[in-house]
């Protein structure tokens, strides 16, 4: 484990008060969600109060099954990322963060493909698993053709993190396929949906993401199901055989209640075999690279520097 970017320690702690002092004027996501919190947070950008910016950049295209993706193709493409984007199974976009992904797309020499998932609740689990598998399906079969390239990476924030391993798993398990995809990068994620201690610890605290709201979430995407029934490698790859996955680069804050699940899923990924490089930033909250910090401008760097020569 490397504890990183120590010297921005008080600049990501102010921010963090600063955001809980404005709490109250932020729709709560507890147990029970109303359709109006839901269609606000639908609405607007992670994190944000005010519709996200969608670029002329961004091409919509339907693939297999019917499932939507979002691709960013820059002028010189060297791979392909699948990214699958966050925001508790049940909002967040394909286009809701079109400047960051094209960004990626075009200094890390990268066609990136984003999944328009289902969401929960109208669709809980396993339908947003099921269009990760889609797409990563067609990206297998389909990539050298569309993009010119092979080399396949896959990654996302928080939930994407979540779908990203469950896709892998889904690819080795139900199709035989190891090794498509070269390199995951998996940023915040909920890897253990029955709740790891950092998660019951964390208490009400009204950062991005806390103990109320992680339960609100698994709530939705896995209705009816209990404790038991999500520790199912197939709900959480916490405790899923992990072999034959990729090289990974697993990234999590310090005031994060999902920092266990980082710091136990990067245990076990490496125990299974393959390398891992675990990064832990000092301060930085759930979804901290959704703020303007000093801490996400870094991040996005050392994540366009992974992504841009991962698998080669």
């Known amino acids: 484990m490397t504890i990183t970017d120590e010297d921005c320690l008080a600049e990501t702690l102010a921010f963090n008060e600063q955001f809980e002092a404005t709490a ?107 269009d990760c598998e889609a797409a990563a399906r067609w990206l297998v079969a389909n990539a050298a053709a569309e993009f010119g390239t092979r080399r396949l990476l896959i990654g996302g924030e928080s939930v994407g993190a979540h779908l990203s391993v469950v896709t892998l798993l889904r690819l080795r398990d139900r199709h035989g396929i190891t090794g498509a995809f070269r390199a995951a990068h998996l940023l915040f994620g909920p890897y253990d949906l029955s709740m790891t201690p950092s998660q019951r610890s964390f208490g009400a605290r009204r950062l991005l993401s806390n103990t109320d709201s992680l339960r609100g979430s698994y709530e939705l995407f896995t209705p009816g199901m209990g404790a038991e029934q999500r520790r199912d490698p197939e709900v959480s790859p916490l405790f899923a055989d992990l072999a034959g996955l990729p090289p990974a680069r697993i990234v999590v804050g310090t005031e994060d209640p999902l920092l266990d699940d980082s710091l136990f899923l990067a245990q076990r990924w490496q125990a299974a075999g393959a390398p891992v490089h675990l990064g832990v930033v000092a301060g930085a909250m759930h979804g901290f690279t959704l703020f303007p910090l000093t801490v996400t401008e870094r991040e996005l760097g050392r994540e366009r520097q992974f992504l841009a020569t991962a698998g080669r």
Not at 35 to 49: F, I, K, M, S, Y
Not at 112 to 128: D, K, Q
Request: glycine share 12%.
């Open 24 to 130: 109250a004027s932020r729709p709560t996501r507890g147990r029970e969600p109303d359709a109006t919190v839901l269609a606000l947070l639908r609405r607007n950008r992670l994190g944000g109060d005010t519709p996200p910016v969608r670029l002329p950049q961004g091409q919509d295209r339907v693939v297999a099954d019917g499932v939507r993706v979002r691709a960013f193709v820059p002028d010189h493409v060297d791979g392909v990322y699948l990214h699958i984007h966050g925001g508790g199974w049940a909002f967040g976009s394909a286009g809701g963060q079109d400047e960051k992904l094209w960004q990626l797309a075009v200094r890390a020499r990268l066609a990136v493909v984003s999944v328009e998932y289902r969401l929960a609740p109208e669709h809980p689990f396993p339908a947003g698993p099921d």
